[in-house]
């Protein structure tokens, strides 16, 4: 354990909690830091805007990689140099030799694990939709390579990690049936783990690589052709970053850069309310027939003859959005539904602890505005408002599983109880009590 002193009070916290300093904040300080996770988004868009302005003959593919691999190094790279001798790579050391045989059991974890990913990407029918063509191509090439970097991997860990009996070792000797000494709570948490990974990466991916090429073959010259065309431009731009950092962590999920899963959500309540959220349940199931909110009316008619007023909203619309992208670049590498990688408190966090469900539930509100059909429809009005409601609903439910979970660990505790009072929603929450966070009973 590491003991951080803040404002005079003493915290304990365990190893892999390496803050950011930042003696003005009143919150407990953040393991990512939004300002590099900023400028490493940024390093990363220049170079793909060099590539794009020099027309380099490369695929889509390729762009991504040198994407995701620019911004994750330049994160990397800058927290060592702002961390220095607090850094996490500074704390690893060779603490002892190869066990192979240790590293044999890995392996076989990891095999099983592979070959259940794999088996239901192959079973299930929704894999068999385009979305998910290139994705599956690129794990079928890619499989040699994944497997090298695998054994490397697992031989290096095992080399400086403090407990290299760890759940992957448990689970390879489960499956050569030496079971006694076997954590089914470890085991468990492991394959919870790899359940958000299989289900998240394959959505995050192809649809990052969907902006990204509209990226590289939009023609930014166009952007202020008419009104609408600036908000299109925008909101791709927006949700470029958004799902940048939301692919790139759900990749980057490893131990060695002490960016691992340290607990997934436990509940099937937590499971459902994000998974609700997300293709196909959403698309398929409860946005179109349970939570229809749409009612026909869009933003860009109801202000189509008032140019003042549709500037106005297109602002207050990109200003939401920017807020709940700017939300998934602050988590940084760290980002992930369904699991705790570390507290986050920076950014629009400083400011309230679900920033990217408020803000995106706003969004929707501006941009479908149910409540405009009343005079022609006042049924349709209320219908469509109500159900938006219960979309709103819906990621409260989100949050409130989130807090549930994240309160096991003291530093979300703490933040969670100061953002009563720091939070711009506070003042709300004294009004509607049911909003303020409550510590759970030691």
Request: hydrophobic share 50%; charged share 20%.
């Amino acid at each position: 354990m590491v003991e951080v002193v803040l404002q005079d009070k003493k915290r304990i916290y365990p190893d892999s909690y390496i803050p950011f300093k930042n003696v003005k904040s009143e919150l407990p300080q953040s393991e990512t830091s939004f300002g590099i996770n900023v400028a490493a988004m940024l390093i990363a868009f220049v170079i793909i805007s060099a590539i794009k302005w020099a027309q380099l003959p490369l695929s889509s593919l390729a762009v991504l990689a040198i994407f995701v691999a620019v911004m994750t190094i330049s994160v990397w790279g800058l927290e060592y140099a702002c961390r220095g001798k607090k850094s996490w790579f500074d704390k690893m050391t060779f603490k002892r030799k190869i066990g192979w045989k240790r590293v044999g059991f890995k392996l076989l974890g990891i095999a099983c694990i592979f070959a259940i990913v794999a088996f239901g990407y192959w079973v299930l029918p929704v894999y068999d939709d385009g979305l998910f063509v290139t994705y599956l191509e690129v794990l079928k090439s890619g499989l040699g390579g994944i497997l090298l970097l695998t054994v490397v991997y697992f031989a290096l860990m095992d080399k400086i990690e403090d407990e290299p009996e760890d759940a992957y070792w448990q689970l390879g000797r489960w499956l050569c049936g030496y079971r006694k000494d076997a954590h089914k709570d470890e085991m468990i948490e492991l394959f919870r783990g790899w359940g958000v990974k299989f289900f998240y990466l394959a959505l995050m991916m192809p649809y990052f690589q969907t902006r990204l090429e509209w990226f590289m073959q939009a023609d930014f010259s166009q952007m202020f052709d008419f009104p609408y065309r600036i908000f299109y431009f925008c909101n791709e731009m927006i949700f470029l970053v958004d799902l940048a950092f939301a692919a790139t962590g759900y990749m980057m999920t490893f131990r060695l850069f002490n960016t691992q899963i340290r607990s997934s959500e436990p509940t099937l309540l937590g499971w459902f309310a994000a998974l609700a959220c997300y293709w196909p349940f959403w698309a398929d199931l409860f946005g179109k027939y349970y939570l229809a909110y749409n009612t026909g009316v869009h933003w860009t008619s109801v202000f189509a003859d008032n140019q003042v007023m549709f500037a106005i909203w297109m602002v207050l619309i990109l200003l939401c959005e920017t807020i709940y992208s700017l939300a998934t670049a602050a988590l940084g590498l760290r980002f992930s539904n369904l699991t705790y990688r570390g507290l986050v408190s920076g950014g629009p966090y400083a400011y309230t602890k679900h920033p990217a469900y408020v803000f995106k539930n706003i969004s929707w509100w501006l941009m479908s505005m149910p409540f405009m059909v009343w005079s022609e429809n006042p049924a349709l009005a209320v219908k469509g408002s109500c159900l938006l409601l219960g979309v709103n609903a819906l990621y409260y439910l989100r949050a409130k599983t989130e807090e549930r979970h994240l309160s096991h660990y003291p530093e979300y505790v703490e933040y969670a109880l100061a953002m009563n009072k720091k939070s711009i929603f506070a003042p709300v929450a004294k009004i509607l009590p049911f909003l303020k966070y409550k510590a759970p009973e030691k």
